[in-house]
């Protein structure tokens, strides 16, 4: 099976910075794409930004400039850095991998999303 654990999250003042990890895990062959998806309350999940096996990015209109996305290959891992947060970056992020290959089957792997409360 494959699961992606997140870590980071929580309450952060406006202008305030924040580091989301992910990482996968399993007995998994490739990921050619990870991402970060958020929920706002009362709004459609929305993606914020991916990230391929080469580094390639692309970013929502919202965040660009502000977030910035990597991974770890070796790892395994993605992450999302967040600068200058403001009050509608609050929403619950989820990592996503929509083609995660194992040596038998490519999933659409889920976080099981972490909040982000950008506050004073």
């Known amino acids: 099976q494959v699961q992606l654990v997140e870590s980071g999250g929580g309450l952060v003042q406006p202008g305030g910075s924040l580091r989301l990890s992910c990482a996968a895990s399993?007995?998994?062959?490739?990921?050619?794409?990870m991402g970060w998806y958020r929920q706002a309350p009362g709004k459609q999940r929305e993606l914020v930004a991916t990230?391929?096996?080469?580094?390639?990015?692309k970013y929502a209109d919202s965040v660009k400039g502000r977030f910035t996305i990597s991974r770890d290959n070796a790892k395994n891992t993605v992450y999302l850095q967040m600068n200058s947060l403001k009050p509608e970056d609050t929403a619950v992020y989820y990592c996503?991998?929509?083609?995660?290959?194992?040596?038998?089957?490519?999933?659409?792997?889920w976080g099981q999303g972490t909040l982000v409360t950008v506050s004073s």
């Open positions: 996503n991998a929509p083609r995660v290959a194992t040596l038998t089957e490519v999933l659409d792997a």
């Open positions: 399993g007995t998994i062959f490739s990921i050619y794409v």
């Open positions: 990230i391929t096996s080469g580094g390639s990015t």
